[in-house]
């Protein structure tokens, strides 16, 4: 089974700056994801990723397959970023359907 | 638009009272999964459903079955919830293709539904 470790847990930041959430996995996988949930509930996909860099608008994946490690990093922060970030994993070979391993979840304060 | 629609967004129902949760899908994907979320933890995998093909994770209680009646919906049935069972429940869809081909796609989620047990 999949362990996935996020850090950090809390991230309390100022608007503007440049924040990195870090995501760990012990077995290989076919996907890593990172979702974004508010409160209330809702899952919100950032990126998929199976190798190398992803960026959109702000955000940047980058996911380094042999080490097992993959980031999340945010530019020019702003306090509407305020979420509980998730890592989660699909185990497996690519064609599988297994469900996601998620991580703990980074909580992400931006402050004005 | 969304694309991935969870009804009812809360529920409470009576301890040991059946409950249906449901989830519908514009996207065609012939993957859907459900998720129960209990607080400040990380989202855990129930079940999935593969086309018609019904996919139950070892350690989900007896307790939760799932029906796939089409490809857009997909309900979450709790035959006699308990006070435990009270958590968020979220939808998630995929598309996926037969093993060999790169045919993961991203996931996309519903909003959840939010039970309590009383």
């Known amino acids: 089974k999949n362990e996935v470790e996020q850090s950090p847990q809390n991230l309390t930041a100022q608007e503007g700056e440049f924040i990195t959430i870090n995501c760990s996995y012990s077995v290989g996988i076919s996907a890593l994801h990172w979702l974004q949930q508010h409160p209330g509930g809702g899952i919100v996909s950032l990126f998929m990723?199976?190798?190398g860099k992803k960026k959109h608008g702000r955000l940047i994946a980058t996911i380094n397959i042999q080490e097992k490690h993959s980031s999340l990093h945010i530019t020019a922060s702003h306090p509407r970023d305020s979420a509980v970030y998730i890592c989660?994993?699909?185990?497996?070979?690519?064609?599988?359907?297994?469900?996601?391993?998620f991580g703990k979840g980074t909580h992400l304060i931006i402050q004005p | 638009d969304a694309m991935v629609i969870q009804n009812p967004r809360y529920q409470v129902t009576q301890f040991g009272k059946p409950v249906t949760l449901s989830c519908s899908q514009t996207l065609n994907h012939n993957v859907m999964y459900w998720y129960q979320q209990k607080s400040s933890q990380a989202p855990k995998l129930l079940f999935h459903y593969y086309d018609k093909d019904f996919n139950n994770e070892a350690d989900t209680p007896d307790n939760f079955q799932s029906r796939r009646p089409n490809t857009s919906f997909c309900f979450l049935d709790i035959r006699s919830p308990g006070l435990g069972d009270a958590a968020m429940y979220l939808c998630?869809?995929?598309?996926?293709?037969?093993?060999?081909?790169?045919?993961?796609?991203?996931?996309?989620f519903g909003q959840g539904t939010r039970l309590t047990v009383v």
């Open positions: 990723l199976s190798s």
């Open positions: 989660a994993v699909r185990s497996g070979s690519g064609g599988g359907a297994d469900g996601l391993t």
């Open positions: 998630a869809t995929s598309r996926h293709r037969v093993s060999g081909t790169r045919g993961n796609t991203e996931a996309f």
